[in-house]
């Protein structure tokens, strides 16, 4: 159940990112877009950078997971690498100083 709150914090939060920036984002409206308490989501994440930090982990290791299951070299890293591209909005949002042309 924990892991299924934390993936709605996180929807609600990368929903939030497509009319918002990074540093206009509150817990108020994250808790508000996602239909939970404060004390929920302060149960999960101690701030937004942590749930950022959880997110990111967490896709990493999907993408990592899915190039395991590849026949080759070459499929893994074509997998991996459409993962990232399908993942791009977010990470340029999430991390603007690090992605500032996309």
Known sequence: ????????ILKSFSALLTNHEL??????MLVEE?????????YHFADIQALIDWGVK???Q???NDAKKAANIEEATII???KLM???F?????FPHLFPAI
């Open 34 to 42: 996602c239909h939970i308490s404060r004390q929920t989501f302060y």
């Open 80 to 82: 991996y690498l459409t």
């Open 86 to 88: 399908k993942a791009s």
């Open 1 to 8: 159940m924990a892991e299924k709150t934390k993936m709605q």
């Open 58 to 60: 967490k896709y990493t």
């Open 62 to 64: 999907g993408c990592v």
């Open 90 to 94: 977010f990470c340029a949002n999430a």
């Open 23 to 28: 540093d206009k984002i509150t817990v108020t």
